[in-house]
């Protein structure tokens, strides 16, 4: 069964096959920005070109922001008043708590608008 894109943004695989991961260590180690070189099944380079996922820190940002909202709104619902000190504390929770999985999500979400789906990893030629 073919996996959607969504399910394959937020599993973080590979864009062409799908079935490959794009990272190889858990996301909260010391080296959760580090990406395979290829994909693991079908061989798909990740890095297309050199500062390729640069452009992914424009994800990154909007992401933040969007959590940053959600947290203020929250707050502001709850019917908390919202000080400096919860400014920070989102800040530090939304930022830099959930800073690896927002940046492996930004970096996934760019791959997946420069790479094709082809097929299941087994229906398509591998590349060098």
């Known amino acids: 069964m073919r996996p959607s894109l969504a399910q394959s943004i937020f599993s973080m695989r590979c864009p062409r096959c799908r079935e490959g991961r794009l990272y190889p260590y858990a996301t909260y180690s010391t080296r959760f920005l580090t990406t395979h070189r290829n994909c693991p099944c079908c061989g798909q380079p990740f890095l ?30 709850a019917g908390e008043q919202i000080t400096v000190g919860w400014m920070v504390v989102a800040f530090v929770v939304v930022v830099v708590g959930l800073l690896p999985f927002t940046l492996r999500l930004s970096k996934a979400l ?16 591998k590349k060098d």
Request: hydrophobic share 50%; glycine share 10%.
């Open 110 to 125: 760019w791959i997946h608008l420069f790479v094709r789906y082809e097929g299941a990893c087994q229906d398509i030629p």
């Open 48 to 77: 297309l070109e050199p500062g390729f996922f640069l452009g992914s820190a424009y994800f990154s940002y909007a992401i933040n922001g969007v959590l940053l909202l959600i947290f203020g709104l929250t707050l502001f619902y």
